[in-house]
């Protein structure tokens, strides 16, 4: 158990509708990231939140925004939605959110758009 | 920054034997870390190697770093079913991961 919790495990829902994927980092880790893996795009990383802050942001989507809010937990809220967002979304967290940190990873969100 | 680039994109082996998996990269890092994906699952780290580092072993795994070449390698000897996963470098402080070695260990 690497610490992370990540709800709900599984979402199904329809093209066009918006979900929010929730989770709770580490005890003590004030960093999050969002990953989401795809069988056609691989393993892409999203956004990384530090401290309730933005940190650095990769591959996401202008439909996808990520907050992290003051207890440290972070949702990542899913809009409009295509049939092309059907991956597993993965949470991190680390201490520092430095690059030198292990990231633990939750045990991901699969989401279902039909 | 710069994401690492696993290969081969595919192995499979015997249990017993032994399986190498490489990281390439294009600039100078800080460290390299090495993570396992059992299929389905979240990502689990396995081993950072530093810089000044040129070989780290923990258990059944060795990671060198070649930093002239700018290349890791990740050796699992005495491979396993269990070891029957993806495996994935991540590079300096850059947070992409490539599309990481996928490791088929036959009983």
């Known amino acids: 158990d690497s610490g992370v919790t990540q709800t709900p495990k599984h979402l199904i829902t329809a093209t066009g509708q918006r979900v929010t994927l929730r989770c709770s980092p580490r005890s003590g880790d004030l960093s999050v990231y969002w990953y989401q893996q795809s069988l056609d795009q691989g393993l892409q990383f999203l956004i990384q939140?530090?401290?309730?802050?933005?940190?650095a942001k990769g591959n996401i989507l202008e439909r996808f925004s990520a907050q992290q809010f003051p207890d440290l937990h972070s949702e990542l809220n899913l809009s409009s939605l295509e049939l092309g967002d059907s991956a597993l979304y993965f949470c991190?967290?680390?201490?520092?959110?430095?690059?030198?940190?292990?990231?633990?990873f939750g045990s991901g969100t699969q989401l279902s758009v039909l | 920054s710069q994401q690492g680039e696993e290969d081969p994109q595919a192995l499979s082996i015997q249990e017993g034997e032994n399986a190498t998996m490489n990281c390439s990269y294009k600039?100078?890092?800080?460290?390299l870390q090495w993570y396992r994906q059992n299929s389905g699952r979240g990502l689990v780290h396995l081993i950072l190697?530093?810089?000044?580092?040129r070989e780290k072993h923990s258990g059944r795994l060795r990671v060198t770093l070649d930093t002239s070449k700018k290349s890791s390698s990740l050796l699992i000897t005495a491979s396993r079913a269990a070891d029957t996963a993806s495996y994935f470098c991540q590079v300096g402080y850059d947070m992409r991961f490539g599309a990481g070695t996928r490791l088929t260990v036959k009983p």
């Open positions: 600039t100078s890092i800080n460290n």
């Open positions: 190697i530093r810089s000044n580092e």
């Open positions: 939140y530090y401290n309730g802050e933005e940190r």
């Open positions: 991190a967290s680390s201490p520092q959110g430095r690059g030198n940190e292990k990231l633990f």
